[in-house]
């Protein structure tokens, strides 16, 4: 008995191995529908009167853009946002590329380098969308030549507008362009600003059509500058949505994906669940969705993951709960945690359980959501390296120190590594925003990515999501990994 017991808590490890992906990043690809998961927080910045949505690393700006691009799944998203089901929708710049639909970084900076002013670039790139929906033809052998057209023939560029806006109205269907990877366009920050500012100018003119919408995805430190010190910039502002996840969305989100695990995998987490709720998840179509008290922080999603991790974060309660542990130690400085970061610690505390503790009473075992909790740190880690490599840079320096701990301590380590100023800390590609402020700037900036946090006495901490793997000690605190 014990050993068929083992076995099928072996079984368990295995189908969450399974369900939940190796890498949480979809790279612009379309989403997997089984894995389409809406908290709250993001029907507002999925509806068309939306034209800003901000978000930080790993949140779904990338991959809301993905689903909408996708009938398949905006049909499917029509329960939440039901005008999505009439809405045409097309990609004005996103991670993948596609030369035809819009500019890459290159294209745009040779553009400049040209002469058009991003206002008129983007206005070539909805000029490219409209005309391939209504049909006809403006010049198109090369964006030089759109943007030309665009600039020089205002009232057949206005004609255009007007036609796509009466097509629509005429099919009782809206357009939608979006827009996505803004840090893309540009390694300098004053240039992106220019280029995200004409865009949202673009936006703006669009809400003079009706039928026509435009959405913005941008990064938190893009929406803190200056890109929206233009004339009725606030009839943008006052559209913005933040994507956030509270802890019983990554919850829900995490049960979304293993009831649809493949094959006996899912089958296998779905008896799980049905054991803790009393009724298997609802199934539509060849998709399995969650019952309501599932997706709320709950006494159901509570006893949902401790059928997984157990009560306990160790052999009592004063080491605390799974439930709540997973999420809040996974969190930024700014109390933030992303679905990539809990998603990838618990599949890696799956990995870990099923290697070292095949005879452990649950199939995560309290250890192993610990070093989950490392590999998680590891992967936003190299995540930060990608978004901003000067990060990476400063924060070597400060390997092996205990946090918190001055910011004196922190800056004399960074005066002695970088003895020719900051300047020399700093990377080609979008440096630290406040580098003309020196170490305070930068501090700063540290701050409004959620690295660095500063205590009421002063002193600096950085939360686990970043401390273990930047290599930083914490007494009592889960161990750094270098």
């Known amino acids: 008995m014990e050993k068929r017991i083992m076995r099928e808590l072996q079984d368990v490890r295995q189908a969450i191995i399974e369900a939940l992906p190796l890498t949480t990043s979809n790279h612009g690809e379309v989403p997997n529908q089984r894995h389409m998961y809406v908290p ?73 380098e040209g002469g058009s002013e991003p206002y008129d670039i983007w206005r070539a790139v909805v000029a490219r969308w409209l005309m391939s929906v209504i049909g006809g033809g403006i010049p198109k052998d090369t964006w030089s030549d759109t943007v030309s057209w665009g600039r020089a023939n205002p009232e057949r560029l206005a004609e255009l507008m007007e036609q796509a806006n ?145 009560p306990w974060m160790g052999r009592d309660r004063r080491r605390g709960v799974p439930y709540v542990w997973s999420v809040s130690h996974l969190a930024d400085g700014r109390g933030r945690t992303s679905p990539r970061s809990f998603l990838a610690a618990i599949r890696a505390a799956a990995e870990d359980s099923f290697e070292k503790y095949p005879d452990h009473l649950y199939a995560l075992h309290y250890e192993s959501i610990k070093r989950g909790v490392q590999k998680a740190s590891e992967i936003r880690v190299a995540e930060m390296a990608e978004d901003y490599p000067w990060v990476t840079r400063l924060m070597d320096p400060l390997q092996g120190l205990t946090v918190p701990c001055s910011f004196d301590v922190i800056e004399s380590r960074w005066a002695d590594h970088f003895p020719c100023g900051l300047k020399s800390a700093s990377d080609e590609r979008l440096p630290p925003q406040h580098v003309d402020r020196s170490w305070p700037g930068v501090r700063n900036d540290l701050e409004r990515l959620g690295i660095f946090e500063t205590m009421r006495d002063g002193r600096v901490n950085l939360p686990d999501l970043y401390r273990v793997g930047f290599g930083l000690g914490r007494r009592g605190g889960v161990k750094p990994l270098k």
């Open 40 to 112: 709250p927080a993001h029907i507002k910045a999925l509806r068309l009167e939306c034209n800003l949505v901000i978000g930080a690393r790993g949140v779904g700006k990338s991959f809301w853009t993905a689903a909408l691009g996708s009938s398949e799944l905006r049909a499917s998203l029509g329960t939440s946002v039901p005008e999505l089901e009439r809405t045409d929708v097309h990609i004005g710049f996103a991670v993948t590329p596609n030369i035809a639909a819009f500019p890459d970084g290159e294209s745009l900076s040779r553009l400049r």
């Open 166 to 310: 009466r097509y629509f109205l005429d099919k009782k269907r809206f357009g939608l362009i979006v827009f996505d990877a803004l840090d893309r366009t540009s390694s300098d920050w004053r240039t992106m600003d220019s280029i995200v500012r004409d865009l949202l100018r673009v936006v703006l003119w669009l809400k003079s059509y009706p039928c026509l919408h435009a959405k913005v995805f941008l990064r938190e430190d893009q929406s803190a500058r200056t890109i929206t010190d233009f004339p009725d910039a606030s009839k943008l502002l006052a559209t913005k949505a933040e994507l956030t996840w509270a802890p019983h969305d990554l919850h829900g989100l995490m049960w979304q994906m293993l009831c649809n695990a493949p094959g006996e995998h899912g089958a296998r987490l779905r008896e799980v669940y049905q054991e803790v709720v009393g009724l298997p998840p609802p199934e539509y179509g060849a998709v399995w969705r969650l019952a309501e008290e599932v997706k709320r922080d709950s006494v159901t999603q509570r006893g949902l993951f401790e059928a997984l991790s157990g």
